[in-house]
Nanobody, 125 residues
Framework: QVQLVESGGNSVQAGGSLRLSCAASGFAVNTYCLAWFRQAPGKEREGVAAADTDGKTITVDALKGRFTISRDNVKNSLYLQMNSLKPEDTATYYC???????????????????WGQGTQVTVSS
């Protein structure tokens, strides 16, 4: 069955770094748009970054320069490198798969139908 399993979440101090990973299985991963979302307590879920099947990526403006998404179609994996973390980055981070549109090419952040269970990132000041 479809599985997206995130890992790498942790508690870190402000200024630190984390690398999140997402292992995908049960579907043709290399044909799907992949993305990271996050949801902080009391807030709506928001898109963080997305990577299309050809590797083209986009990171939302507010996180550019600190967060970098990448995918490995051979390993069926998605990654999120997060640097210079801030307390406001505290959230549950989710991996998602969808399409056929993908945000790097103007697709919607709403077109994701497979979701992982999330991994918690906590940044302390």
């Amino acid at each position: 069955q479809v599985q997206l399993v995130e890992s790498g979440g942790n508690s870190v101090q402000a200024g630190g770094s984390l690398r999140l990973s997402c292992a995908a299985s049960g579907f043709a991963v290399n044909t799907y748009c992949l993305a990271w979302f996050r949801q902080a307590p009391g807030k709506e879920r928001e898109g963080v970054a997305a990577a299309d099947t050809d590797g083209k990526t986009i990171t939302v403006d507010a996180l550019k320069g600190r967060f970098t998404i990448s995918r490995d179609n051979v390993k069926n994996s998605l990654y999120l490198q997060m640097n210079s973390l801030k307390p406001e980055d505290t959230a549950t981070y989710y991996c998602a798969a969808g399409g056929p549109g993908c945000p790097p090419y103007g697709g919607s952040w709403e077109d994701f139908n497979y979701w992982g269970q999330g991994t918690q990132v906590t940044v302390s000041s």
